[in-house]
């Protein structure tokens, strides 16, 4: 049997796989649910559907956390149960996994770790720098391309990059994300109305409503709980609140983008300017920050068609590409191998 090839984004929020074999892209909620300490009750979707809403004796936690692994036996317990899952899951098979740039070594070598020492056996682990894989999957010409700036706004990140000549000429990855946006919305409902809704009514409201597009006078009504009485209740929630909520770390991430340019070599800046910012991550979706960002930046501004799953889509590229396949690239030097 001929060995199938995984392409994999590992995200904060949802992982999202590309599966060669049958040439098909899945996502699945970065999520794990804990029974009585450490037994594994659920994975996936089936394990975010109890979030918030779980037994005492069962805890239900993201074992990615600002875009790298930070519970390395969950994460993989994880990745191994949801490949098995109702899908072929061939042993011995080959890797190419998206990572981000601004992150340390050891923080880049445990998305290795974590596939090559897995049950899953790999034959092979290679490595792709996540933007590039997301400009792949933005059709954007990464070898021959003079500048070009893309911000993936993710659910705990948001990583910037300018690309130039067939690499990274700068990057960032900053700590704000969907998860951050939401509890920010849930900091203000409490203040305003002393009323506690939970991140996943945040995040219903927050996609909702969007930002940035021209005023209106709306409202959508939310369970949660009134603080004075301590009585579970619906209430209305008005869009400018939400809005409100969001301003403070959208303009953190603008002020990135505007200081990465600022230190950009004037040349590589002239051709973003010419070129356009791109926008990918799932928090692209929301209606209006296209807009908010080309108005801020002063650079024309777009949006992939399927912004979540861009970085996957530049994978699946890569793997049936020979010339793209430069992209990717072995961890294992010598030493590594020898250590194996
Ligand atoms: N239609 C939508 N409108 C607004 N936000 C959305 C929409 N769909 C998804 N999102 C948000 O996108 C975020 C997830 O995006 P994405 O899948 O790119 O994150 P991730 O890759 O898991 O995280 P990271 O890259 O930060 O590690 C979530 O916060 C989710 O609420
Ligand atoms: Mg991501």
């Not at 904060?12 to 049958?22: F, H, P, R």
């Not at 500048?147 to 700590?175: D, H, P, Q, Y």
């Not at 998860?179 to 996943?200: C, M, P, Y």
């Not at 940035?212 to 949660?224: D, H, K, P, Y």
Request: proline share 2%; with cysteine.
């Amino acid at each position: 049997m001929a060995r199938n090839v995984y392409g994999l984004d590992l995200g904060s929020y949802e992982l999202k796989v590309y599966d060669k074999k049958n040439d098909v892209i899945w996502k699945e909620k970065d999520v794990i649910a804990l029974k009585d300490g450490n037994e594994i009750y659920a994975v996936g979707d089936d394990a975010f559907m109890m979030y918030e809403k779980a037994p005492s004796n069962i805890e239900v936690v993201f074992p990615m956390k600002e875009g790298v692994i930070s519970r390395f036996h969950g994460m993989q317990h994880l990745l191994q149960n949801l490949l098995k899952k109702d899908r072929q899951f061939a042993r011995g098979s080959e890797y190419v996994v998206a990572v981000p740039t601004d992150v340390t070594e050891v923080e880049k070598k445990a998305f290795f770790d974590l596939v090559i020492h897995s049950t899953a056996k790999a034959k092979e682990v290679n490595i792709v720098e996540r933007s590039i894989a997301d400009a792949v999957g933005l059709n954007l010409d990464v070898q021959n391309t003079n500048g070009l700036l893309i911000a993936n706004f993710g659910g705990e990140t948001t990583e910037i990059s300018i690309i130039a000549g067939g690499g990274m000429v700068m990057n960032r990855l900053l700590k704000i994300g969907g998860a951050t946006f939401d509890q920010a919305v849930v900091n203000l409902v409490r203040h305003s109305h002393d009323f506690l809704i939970g991140r996943h009514t945040a995040e219903v409201l927050r996609k909702s409503f969007g930002i940035f597009t021209s005023e209106v006078e709306s409202m959508l009504t939310v369970a949660g709980r009134d603080l004075i009485t301590g009585v579970p209740m619906r209430k209305g929630i008005s869009i400018n609140l939400v809005r409100l909520a969001m301003k403070d770390p959208l303009i953190e991430c603008v002020q990135a983008i505007q200081s990465l340019l600022e230190r950009t070599p004037p040349e590589v800046r002239r051709a973003i300017h010419k070129n356009g910012i791109f926008l990918t991550g799932g928090i692209a979706h929301t209606a209006g920050l296209e807009s908010y960002v080309e108005e801020m930046v002063g650079i024309q501004t777009r949006t992939s068609v399927e912004p979540d799953i861009c970085a996957v889509t530049g994978l699946k590229k890569i793997i049936q590409s020979k010339e793209l396949r430069k992209f990717a690239f072995s961890m294992i030097d010598e030493n590594y191998r020898w250590m194996r």
